[in-house]
Structures are given as C-alpha cells and as structure tokens.
C-alpha cells in the first residue's frame, strides 16, 4: 500500500513540474519586448549620476585652486611689501650717511628732501605694485572664466552623448522625436540632431515639417551630406522627382557610400518607376559614380 502511494506522489509530481514548465513557456513566448529595458535605463542613471559627481568634483578642485592661487599672491604681496620697506630703511640710513659727510645747510632741509624721495619711491612702487595685481586678477578672472565655458561645454556633450543613446535603443518613432527635441534644446544648431528628426517626422506623416527641418540644417551646414539624402526621400514622398534627383546627386558627391542605399531606401519606392528616376538610375548614377 505505501509502495502504491509513493508511485502516485511521484506521478503527481512531474505531472505538475510538466504543466508549470508548460505555463512558462507560454509566458515566454507571449512577451512582446525585451525584459532587459529597466537594466538599461538603470545604466543610464548610473551614467547620470556618475557624471554629477565628477562635475562636483571638479568644481570643489578649481575653487579650491583659485583659493590657493589668492594666497599666493597675497604672501608675494606682503614679502614685496616687506622688503621695499626694508629698502627704504636702507635708503634713509645713506642719506643719513650723507648728510653727516658731505653736510647740509640744515636738518630741516635734509629732512623735507628725504620725505620727497621716499614719497616719490613709495608712490612708483604703490603704482607697480598696483598694476601687476591688476594684471593678474585680469588673468585669473579669465582663466575662471574659460574652466568654466569648459565645464559647460563638457556638461553639454555628456548630456547629448547620453540622449543620442537613448534614441539609438527607443523603437518609439514619437519617443525618438521627443529625445532630439531635448538635444535641441541643449543645441538649437545640433544638424545632425535636426536631420534625424527629420527623419523621424517623415515616418509620421509629417512631410512638410520634415523638408522645413532638412532646409533649416542645410541652412547650418551646406556639407552634410545626410541631410541632403533626407531632403530627397521627403521630396520623393511628395513627388517632387527633379528635386529629390539633385538632393541625390548632393549627397552621393559629399558621401559616394550613400549611392549603396539608393536601392534599400522605401522612400524611393514610389517614384521608382517613373521616367526621371530611371534615367537618373541608369545614366546619371553609374557616370557621378565613375567621377568619384
């Protein structure tokens, strides 16, 4: 009897370790995105934050060398102020030395001549002096100013260097055209940041803001060359062939390796019947390409 009501646990068991391996795989196959998104917008963060930490870190150093930079040239100041009063001392002792070889008519007169001298010596000094602290105030004010632009600047980039990340992972074509809105933001002048946008907007539906978008980097940049190959898919969707032919034709001069996309390019597709495009196809395409 006990031996019978093993084999039955025993049956019962890989019955149900059969069914949850069962469920499982279709819980696998009913997944519809990668499960590993949150580890990458973890990694993100990281990145964000390691960032922050190093542009404290680097700010406590330059204050701190700008403090000590203060002090230095308050202690050359005082060792400069020390020994001039020292030289001064030495002045009026040789005047002294003088007065009682060579003789004056009168202490009086030795006197107002000695306060003259050393008036006129303290103030060329107090001038000088004057002048070089001036001078590198002026310096360290600008170097300040520069470690800060360089800070801005690198602040800058990491950020765009961070967001052109995220695009390159996002699968969402409004998503994509949100973070180059935020690169934008960052740097209006960003072409390549507008040229994908463009993109991106095209694939939306949105041709017209997409070829105002190609114009605008064009406008920027007259050689890049993507931006005339996005250009030209835009004018092909509207069918405007002869200005989606001369796009082309810019862009394989600027970047001969654009001419391999011609034939994978789905913006082309409805114009690549049509008599412009195959004469450009045919005859213009192999001759730009022997000139290169």
Not at 123 to 140: H, Q
Request: glycine share 2%; proline share 1%; charged share 30%.
């Amino acid at each position: 009897m006990r031996v019978i009501l093993f084999y039955l646990c025993v049956s019962l068991f890989s019955f149900s370790s059969e069914m949850n391996e069962v469920e499982a795989q279709k819980e696998i196959a009913s997944l519809k995105e990668p499960m590993y998104k949150p580890l990458v917008e973890r990694y993100l963060l990281d990145e964000v934050r390691n960032l922050r930490t190093e542009q404290q870190s680097l700010r406590v150093e330059m204050h701190e060398k700008i403090s000590q930079a203060r002090l230095d040239v308050s202690d050359r100041a005082m060792n400069y102020m020390t020994s001039t009063v020292s030289n001064i001392f030495l002045i009026l002792t040789a005047i002294a030395s003088l007065i009682a070889i060579l003789g004056w008519k009168s202490v009086r007169d030795a006197k107002e001549q000695t306060k003259l001298v050393v008036q006129q010596k303290l103030e060329e000094i107090t001038k000088e002096y004057a002048e070089k602290l001036a001078k590198i105030e002026a310096e360290m004010q600008s170097r300040s100013e520069d470690i800060m632009n360089n800070q801005e600047s690198i602040a800058r980039s990491n950020a765009i260097h961070a967001l052109w990340r995220r695009s390159n992972l996002e699968d969402n074509v409004q998503a994509k055209v949100e973070i180059y809105d935020q690169i934008l933001e960052i740097d209006k002048n960003n072409v390549e940041a507008l040229t994908y946008k463009a993109d991106a907007v095209l694939e939306l539906g949105q041709k017209e803001w997409a070829l105002n978008l190609c114009n605008k980097a064009l406008e920027l940049d007259s050689g890049y060359a993507y931006s005339y190959w996005q250009r030209s898919c835009v004018n092909a969707e509207m069918g405007n062939i002869e200005n989606a032919v001369s796009d082309i034709i810019k862009a394989i001069k600027i970047s001969p390796v654009l001419a391999n996309d011609i034939d994978s390019e789905s913006s082309f597709d409805t114009i690549r019947e049509r008599e412009g495009f195959k004469t450009f196809i045919n005859e213009q395409l192999p001759t730009l390409l022997r000139s290169e």
